[in-house]
Nanobody, 123 residues
Framework: QLQLVESGGGLVPPGGSLSLSCAAS????????IGWFRQAPGKEREGVSC???????NYVDSLKGRFTISRDNAKNTVYLQMNSLKPEDTAVYYC?????????????????WGQGTQVLVSS
């Protein structure tokens, strides 16, 4: 059964860092693009970053320079390193795949989602 499992969330003070992991089971991440998304309380889910099978990355403009996506194919895992966190980064973070090689902007293209991991940025 295809599954994505996020981990690494938690409580961090403003300016702190967190590294989120997205581990796959039931399939190999190597052949697919993986996206990170987030949903803040009362807001719609939004794209954060994506990495395709060739390692090409993209980010929402407001997060460039603070967030870094990477993949470790040997561990079948995709990571999201988040630095200089702000209270407005508070959200549930999800990873997802469309089982395609490239990234998509449309969240509707992603049909496999993890359960999410909570990130709370607060002093």
């Amino acid at each position: 059964q295809l599954q994505l499992v996020e981990s690494g969330g938690g409580l961090v003070p403003p300016g702190g860092s967190l590294s989120l992991s997205c581990a796959a089971s039931g399939f190999t991440l190597t052949g697919y693009a993986i996206g990170w998304f987030r949903q803040a309380p009362g807001k719609e889910r939004e794209g954060v970053s994506c990495i395709d099978i060739w390692g090409t990355t993209n980010y929402v403009d407001s997060l460039k320079g603070r967030f870094t996506i990477s993949r470790d194919n040997a561990k079948n895992t995709v990571y999201l390193q988040m630095n200089s966190l702000k209270p407005e980064d508070t959200a549930v973070y999800y990873c997802a795949t469309a089982l395609r090689q490239v990234c998509y902007r449309d969240l509707g293209e992603y049909n496999y989602w993890g359960q999410g991991t909570q990130v709370l940025v607060s002093s």
